[in-house]
């Protein structure tokens, strides 16, 4: 059995820089004909003038004859001028703005502690420069259960947000529980959507701690019940608009995993269009799988759907146990077990 669909974009990406971006790019660039690239990096793309830099990077770290494009992010902060959305517009490389409550996820120490107090002038900007603002959806308030973060954070930021500035196109990224799914849906279409990862739609959180610690399944946010991975299989599945594919592919070296403080981050980028029609064949919607890889993302953001194909092989492959390095290791994601779809660029 074959699919040929529209080939697909990755509307939520890591590449990391130096060794570790030589390293995963490729894999990226293989599956993928553009990305948003996250800026969470040391120090992190906060202006226009780094973006342009680091889109260089990977440019230069492109296999030869690729024709992969990353489309670039900024990091919100709390000292985020107007005037460098203005740039960012204006330099046709960044496409979005990042939102990293301070000390959410990996690298987000820098990222913004009062949203409404000393954000709204950039956002209101950001309006006037049709340039979405990407959301990591979780408070972190040390009283709130992790469990409940995304929840309470749709409650206390994003829909006083949205509320207050209805034309701010926002994108919920990498949601994971059926509160996300509901906001997202009780929301103007076109205005807000929301990016899902592989791993929220395949794991629950059974999988962080099933033989032992799993820390390999761990990321942020972390993985959720049973009934809200449901949920995110009925939402993509279900030919809404409103979701498109982001990975959130995120790598780290194995030694920075399996330690006493192991990072968040789950490295799916080889494996990711294998899963997702995975799931989608579960449920019968293999029909409906192309929108959500390779026209919702473009359409929200204005940008032309991608003319070239890919195919989807129902043919079996067993995921590599690792990806091996001069710097070290790289444990993907369902490492050493056999998948059922493997794609190819046409």
Same mark, same amino acid.
């Given at each position: 059995?074959?699919?040929?669909?529209?080939?697909?974009?990755?509307?939520?990406?890591?590449?990391?820089?130096?060794?570790?971006?030589?390293?995963?790019?490729?894999? &990226?660039?293989?599956?993928?004909? #553009?990305?948003?690239?996250?800026?969470?990096?040391?120090?992190?793309?906060?202006?226009?003038?780094?973006?342009?830099?680091? #889109?260089?990077?990977?440019?230069?770290?492109?296999?030869?004859? &690729?024709?992969?494009?990353?489309?670039?992010?900024?990091? /919100?902060?709390?000292?985020?001028?107007?005037?460098?959305?203005? /740039?960012?517009?204006?330099?046709?490389?960044?496409?979005?703005?990042?939102?990293?409550?301070?000390?959410?996820?990996?690298?987000?120490?820098?990222?913004?502690?009062?949203?409404?107090?000393?954000? /709204?002038?950039?956002?209101?900007?950001?309006?006037? $420069?049709?340039?979405?603002?990407?959301?990591?959806?979780?408070?972190?308030?040390?009283?709130?259960?992790?469990?409940? +973060?995304?929840?309470?954070?749709?409650?206390?930021? !994003?829909?006083?947000?949205?509320? +207050?500035?209805?034309?701010?196109?926002?994108?919920?990224?990498?949601?994971?529980?059926?509160?996300?799914?509901?906001?997202?849906? &009780?929301?103007?279409?076109?205005?807000?959507?929301?990016?899902?990862?592989? $791993?929220?739609?395949?794991?629950?959180?059974?999988? !962080?701690?099933? %033989?032992?610690?799993?820390?390999?399944?761990?990321?942020?946010?972390? /993985?959720?019940?049973?009934?809200?991975?449901?949920?995110?299989?009925?939402?993509?599945?279900?030919?809404?608009?409103?979701?498109?594919?982001?990975?959130?592919?995120?790598?780290?070296?194995?030694? #920075?995993?399996?330690?006493?403080?192991?990072?968040? %981050?789950?490295?799916?980028?080889?494996?990711?269009?294998?899963?997702?029609?995975?799931?989608?064949?579960?449920?019968?919607?293999?029909?409906?799988?192309?929108?959500?890889?390779?026209?919702?993302?473009?359409?929200?953001?204005?940008?032309?759907?991608?003319?070239?194909?890919?195919?989807?092989? #129902?043919?079996?492959?067993?995921?590599?146990?690792?990806?091996?390095?001069?710097?070290?290791?790289?444990?993907?994601?369902?490492?050493?077990?056999?998948?059922?779809? $493997? &794609?190819?660029?046409?």
């Amino acid at each position: 059995m074959e699919l040929t669909i529209t080939r697909p974009d990755d509307w939520h990406l890591h590449l990391r820089d130096g060794e570790l971006l030589q390293a995963v790019v490729p894999h &990226s660039a293989s599956h993928f004909g #553009r990305g948003i690239v996250m800026p969470n990096l040391k120090p992190p793309v906060t202006t226009t003038a780094a973006a342009v830099a680091y #889109r260089q990077s990977i440019l230069k770290a492109l296999p030869s004859g &690729s024709d992969f494009t990353p489309l670039m992010t900024l990091y /919100l902060t709390d000292t985020t001028s107007p005037k460098e959305i203005k /740039l960012a517009r204006k330099s046709g490389v960044v496409y979005a703005v990042k939102l990293y409550p301070a000390g959410a996820t990996t690298n987000s120490q820098d990222g913004v502690t009062d949203l409404f107090g000393k954000c /709204l002038p950039v956002l209101e900007e950001m309006v006037e $420069q049709n340039m979405p603002l990407l959301v990591h959806g979780e408070v972190t308030d040390p009283d709130v259960d992790v469990f409940d +973060r995304e929840k309470v954070f749709i409650d206390s930021v !994003l829909q006083p947000l949205i509320k +207050r500035l209805p034309q701010l196109k926002v994108v919920m990224e990498h949601i994971t529980t059926m509160d996300a799914v509901k906001f997202v849906q &009780s929301c103007e279409e076109g205005s807000v959507a929301a990016t899902v990862t592989p $791993q929220h739609l395949l794991l629950n959180r059974n999988a !962080l701690f099933q %033989g032992g610690m799993q820390p390999h399944n761990y990321c942020l946010p972390v /993985l959720k019940r049973e009934i809200h991975r449901q949920a995110l299989v009925s939402a993509v599945t279900s030919g809404s608009k409103r979701f498109f594919l982001g990975t959130d592919s995120a790598p780290h070296e194995k030694r #920075r995993k399996e330690c006493p403080c192991g990072c968040a %981050g789950i490295y799916s980028a080889p494996v990711a269009l294998s899963l997702y029609a995975k799931v989608f064949e579960e449920v019968g919607a293999l029909d409906k799988l192309e929108a959500f890889t390779s026209f919702n993302g473009p359409d929200f953001y204005g940008l032309p759907r991608n003319t070239s194909k890919t195919k989807l092989s #129902r043919t079996s492959w067993k995921v590599p146990a690792c990806f091996s390095f001069p710097f070290g290791d790289i444990i993907p994601m369902f490492a050493g077990e056999t998948l059922e779809w $493997q &794609s190819s660029f046409n």
